[in-house]
């Protein structure tokens, strides 16, 4: 999910001098680097490993200000948003913090609090980031940059569990017309509530690398994060390796990224390239995303996204993919009932208004993904099953 903030920080942990690292010898055209001097990592279980099929966003347990939480961990947005009531001080947030707030911009839920410093514990994992600790929530369709939604709507206008009403039915229809494509969550965004925080760890989201925890690790079971550690995550469909190294790339293909304009601190990647096909037409390149938050899609085509197309994509190219997938367009009045046979489709599918494919969380049925943060790479490894 892309989302809007009112702050763009000085990064946290200035970004270290990355050296340039040998390639493996492969005939692979897209070989990873070498990672054989970073040794350190951790394999961080999810919650709810195993669920069926990603059917569930993933969760990891956190510890906040001594305080056990549960966080979806969500590829789709950057930044963590944790709720004033576990353990923050209001005296402190006005007094140490910055009035600031998070726009959803597809789901249109308006998040309010202070940008502060935090420390999370991720299973062990010592991290720190610029995190939004919220005081107020609330669903504003209208929203616009320095204006705080004094008459927000209900609650279930963001979330589309109002009763079906004309008015009702042209908001809902004008949220999804206008979505961007990059992670909208009406039915599957999942509100913070007692023990619970929202944890996003994706790059090139909109907000640079000071708010993505997995970007700031600072130790691994009290030991300090030293030069066998590299910046980055291995997503499996039970858990996430923090710290990449050669072991855990394994078997991966990888694509170099490019860093994003006036990025933060020499770490702020751009999404990889893809391209996307529609009914065996053109192929057209795009961005690719697949956001564990939500377990529909998103794809931009040369045609419109009606119903029953065939859509193709490939990554990063078409000619030599490292990573493939096919699926129909269903729409949201059908979801979940076309196309099940096939591990990788999602529950329905959307228009993005950018270039390019968000598959969504079922995309992982079908692969592992790794992050190299400190240089820079994506990959993908095809599940053996």
């Known amino acids: 999910m892309r989302r809007s903030v ?16 040998p390639v493996t010898p492969t005939e692979n055209r897209y070989p990873v680097p070498s990672y054989c001097a970073f040794t350190e990592s951790k394999f961080l279980p999810f919650n709810n490993a195993g669920n069926e099929n990603w059917k569930d966003a993933p969760t990891l347990s956190i510890t906040v200000n001594g305080r056990p ?18 353990g923050f001080n209001n005296t402190y947030l006005e007094k140490n913090c910055e009035i600031g707030h998070v726009f959803y911009t597809s789901s249109h839920w308006l998040q309010e609090g202070y940008w502060c410093t935090t420390d999370v514990d991720v299973g062990g994992v010592l991290t720190s980031a610029l995190a939004l600790i919220r005081t107020r929530e609330v669903c504003c369709p209208t929203f616009k940059e320095g204006d705080r939604c004094q008459n927000p709507e209900k609650a279930c206008v963001c979330k589309g569990t109002c009763t079906t009403t004309v008015e009702q039915g042209i908001l809902e229809r004008n949220i999804l017309e206008k979505d961007d494509g990059n992670g909208a969550r009406i039915e599957a965004r999942q509100t913070p509530t007692v023990g619970k925080a929202y944890m996003g760890i994706g790059f090139a989201r909109g907000n640079p690398p000071s708010h993505n925890l997995f970007m700031n690790v600072k130790s691994i079971d009290g030991v300090p994060a030293g030069s066998k550690f590299r910046t980055g995550y291995v997503i499996t469909s039970s858990g996430v390796w923090l710290g990449i190294t050669k072991a855990n790339t394994a078997g991966f293909s990888a694509v170099k990224l490019n860093l994003r304009e006036g990025n933060a601190d020499g770490r702020d990647w751009g999404e990889p390239p893809c391209y996307v096909q529609v009914n065996g037409g053109d192929w057209t390149n795009g961005t690719f995303l697949a956001d564990t938050g939500i377990p529909n899609a998103y794809v931009k085509g040369d045609i419109p996204n009606k119903e029953g197309n065939e859509i193709a994509i490939r990554i990063p190219d078409p000619t030599s993919p490292f990573g493939e997938v096919q699926f129909v367009s269903v729409p949201k009045s059908k979801a979940g009932t076309v196309g099940t046979e096939n591990p990788m489709q999602p529950t329905w599918v959307g228009i993005r208004t950018v270039p390019g494919v968000n598959t969504g969380r079922r995309f992982y049925n079908g692969y592992d993904l790794y992050f190299d943060g400190d240089g820079g790479y994506f990959g993908l490894r095809k599940k053996s099953n």
Not at 6 to 21: D, F, I, N
Not at 69 to 86: E, F, N, P, Q, R
Request: proline content about 0%.
């Open 6 to 21: 009112a702050l763009v920080a000085t990064t946290l942990l200035a970004g270290r001098g990355v050296q340039a690292l």
């Open 69 to 86: 939480l549960v966080a979806t961990m969500d590829t789709g947005s950057t930044g963590i948003v944790i709720d004033a009531k576990y």
